[in-house]
């Protein structure tokens, strides 16, 4: 299975299965989003854990373990930026968004009717990180 490259019915075996995915990622995987926002080194640890819910619809659950060296918009000395969280969404498959869901299915699914969980997976991690780092003091 491609992870970048998935396919509906690989989404929703793996929600069946309650399966979790284990990912490790890099400062390249974000450089797409960070390119006007210093930053180096970046190591990420991701558990992407499945689940169907009664409703049918599905829980992605992104854990996220790493840190990140970007750059403080005060002394532009790098900061060790520590991300220990997780981010739960719901995917919904229905045409209509239920009040819990937050993603509806054909939102995530490319050209191709294919799902890149990597780059999901990208987009929350991205979201964890400060827009504008800074340190509590900068020395
Ligand atoms: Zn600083």
Avoid: W
């Avoid at 699914?109 to 979201?127: A, Q, W």
Wanted: include cysteine.
């Amino acid at each position: 299975m491609n992870i970048k490259n998935i396919t509906i019915d690989e989404f929703n075996r793996l929600a069946e299965e309650r399966q979790t995915l284990n990912l490790r990622l890099n400062e390249s995987n974000l450089d797409q989003y960070l390119n006007n926002q210093p930053h180096k080194s970046a190591q990420f640890e991701v558990d992407l854990q499945f689940d169907t819910l009664s409703t049918g619809d599905i829980r992605l659950t992104t854990h996220v373990i790493g840190t990140i060296a970007i750059e403080c918009v005060r002394c532009s000395k790098y900061i060790d930026f520590i991300i220990d969280e997780s981010v739960a969404e719901i995917v919904t498959s229905k045409d209509t968004l239920g009040q819990k869901a937050s993603l509806c299915i054909s939102d995530i699914l490319s050209d191709h009717g294919k799902i890149d969980l990597l780059r999901l997976v990208e987009d929350t991690i991205y979201l964890l990180i400060p827009m504008h780092p800074r340190h509590e003091i900068c020395l």
